[in-house]
């Protein structure tokens, strides 16, 4: 997954005091461009992060989702999912995101439940690592917004 700011089509930098601000509570060993994040649940990720976005991988599903759905939010950005549609917090996101991007997003209310509804969709189809989540290539004509049921 990736969280990553948009502006005028291009990629614009994060505001990495408060990327890290939002972080710090849940780092349990690396530094500031590397590390491994544990929510108050036990979930864990490794995050690669530097001023034009954040890598997480290897996602277990949980509180991680939560902390994602804070950093996406907190840092007005956008979180890529690869093989499913970009998540926005607002629909004012759209017009930021490159060109190629704009038509295939969700707008929704950024929640962990969220993140892991949309990963859980039924265009979900991709092998899975055992504990994290992953998506599939599918039609985006019918994704459901989890927000609204």
Known sequence: MYVQR?????????????????????????????????????SEADVYADSTGLMINRPQRGGIFAVTAELVDRLGAVLLLPGCPTLLRAEE???????????????????????????D?????????PDGPGCAPGPRSDWINPSQG
């Open 121 to 129: 969709s039924p265009h979900a189809e991709a092998p899975r690592e």
């Open 6 to 42: 948009f502006a005028h089509g291009e990629p614009a930098a994060l505001d990495e005091a408060l990327m890290h601000e939002v972080l710090r509570p849940y780092v349990i060993a690396g530094d500031r461009e590397s590390m491994l994040i544990r929510a108050g649940d036990g």
């Open 93 to 119: 996101d759209r017009p930021h995101l490159p060109e190629e991007l704009r038509d295939d997003c969700l707008v929704i209310e950024l929640t962990g439940a969220a993140i892991e509804a949309v990963l």
